[in-house]
């Protein structure tokens, strides 16, 4: 059974950074999709980063974080890194990690492309 854990939030000062972790148990990250989503209070679950399976050459960045978040994968951890800077007061969400198993290079930045979800970690921007 694949098991996610996703780490890493905190609460930080606009314009600071931060770095969150997701670790699935069980399974490569060569077989896994893997992607990043956030839910502030009142609002849907927004799809913010995600990484294929295989390679990992594929990534998609939302608009809304283009430029400030990047996605990457550390292998030898099996471990996908949401690396965060310059963040806003509207960055302020619970963020969860997602993963779906499959061979192919493609990602998505939709719910329905995920399978199994981690428990989310706390980002709270603010002065």
């Known amino acids: 059974q694949l098991q996610l854990v996703d780490s890493g939030g905190g609460l930080v000062q606009p314009g600071g950074s931060l770095r969150l972790s997701c670790a699935p148990s069980?399974?490569?990250?060569?077989?896994?999709?893997i992607g990043w989503f956030r839910q502030a209070p009142g609002k849907e679950r927004e799809g913010v980063a995600c990484i294929g399976a295989n390679s990992g050459a594929t990534t998609k960045i939302a608009d809304s974080v283009k430029g400030r978040f990047t996605i990457s994968r550390a292998n030898i951890e099996n471990t996908v890194h949401l690396q965060m800077h310059r963040l806003r007061p509207e960055d302020t969400a619970v963020y969860y990690c997602?993963?779906?198993?499959?061979?192919?290079?493609?990602?998505?930045?939709?719910?329905?492309?995920?399978?199994?979800w981690g428990q989310g970690t706390q980002v709270t921007v603010s002065s």
């Open positions: 997602a993963a779906h198993l499959t061979d192919t290079e493609d990602c998505s930045e939709s719910v329905d492309g995920y399978t199994f």
């Open positions: 069980g399974f490569p990250l060569d077989y896994l999709r």
